[in-house]
């Protein structure tokens, strides 16, 4: 079917969920196998902004109420299953191009494009995670997350997921951007193409976002410009017990435009000494 009488059979099962259980339920079964190669994705760019669709998020969910807990995967040492759990374990590395290491976990109804390389780490269902890019060690990729092409996500980083309200936007990570250890991006916060985080820097939607690269400080959330360069920082904030550091995200500088993306990123790491 396409994806108008998908999208139908979806929001009629929203309305009368207990049909998840049903034959009626196939339609979240091909919701599901969409995410996972691709052909559907929860979020996607449309014009200068991202657009969300809340059916497909509302067919995740109903995903887990179709499902039961049984165990995956081949017996491990001491009999131990890989999985138990409500969803599968995606299995098409090979056929997609994709590398996984031992300890890489990815829950199928996910999408990894072709040359993307996870370490231990974790992509959960609904996450896109575009060509080329890296999960690194213990790098974490969240439920609906958005991952964008040549992306490199460094050991640590918690990349925010949301399931509800269907509506909400996910965490969009653009094309190019790196993410620097330990870095934690969540509630829906966008990162520019070829922006650079450095380590440890946390961003959420009340977080603010301080731009310093003028001769005034301007403030906003939820969004890091494109190629910019982001190091933590904090701001003063009177509490009644007195004036404490309250987190934010300095912008100091921007990344070069450079052909080469790899040459542009190490000479920013070196000229604004950011850790990475």
């Known amino acids: 079917m396409d994806t108008d009488d998908l999208k139908a059979h979806i929001e009629a099962l929203i309305a009368e969920p207990a049909g998840a259980r049903t034959e009626a339920g196939a339609a979240i079964d091909e919701v599901i196998a969409r995410l996972d190669d691709g052909r559907l994705r929860v979020s996607e760019p449309e014009g200068d902004g991202w657009v969300t669709h809340a059916w497909i998020k509302s067919a995740i969910l109903l995903y887990f109420t179709r499902m039961d807990v049984r165990a995956y995967g081949d017996p491990q040492p001491f ?7 409500k969803l599968p374990l995606k299995t098409n590395f090979a056929a997609s191009g994709v590398r996984c290491v031992p300890g890489g976990v990815v ?3 996910s999408y990894l494009g072709r040359g993307v390389i996870v370490m231990p ?3 959960n269902i609904g996450a896109y995670v575009d060509e080329g890019s890296m999960v ?3 790098a974490t990729v969240g439920s609906c997350a958005q991952i964008g092409k040549g992306v490199h996500l460094s050991g640590g980083v918690g990349i925010g997921g949301v399931l509800e309200p269907p509506q909400a936007q996910p965490v969009v990570i653009e094309d190019g951007a790196f993410i620097g250890s ?7 916060v966008r990162v520019g193409r070829e ?4 380590a440890g820097v946390t961003i959420t939607a009340s977080t603010p976002i301080v731009d ?6 301007v403030i906003t959330k939820g969004a890091i410009p494109p190629r910019s360069v982001v190091i933590p920082g904090s701001l003063p904030k009177r509490f009644p017990a007195g004036e404490f550091g309250t987190p934010c995200a300095l912008i100091i500088g921007t990344r070069s435009e450079s052909t080469d993306r790899k040459t542009s990123l190490n000479a920013t790491l070196r000229e604004f000494e950011v850790a990475v």
């Open 79 to 85: 009999g131990m299953p890989v999985a138990v759990d």
């Open 107 to 109: 829950r199928y109804g």
């Open 121 to 123: 780490g974790f992509v």
């Open 136 to 138: 690194d060690t213990w």
């Open 182 to 188: 330990r870095c934690i991006v969540v509630e829906g």
């Open 195 to 198: 922006a650079v985080l450095g």
């Open 212 to 217: 310093v690269r003028g001769s005034e400080p």
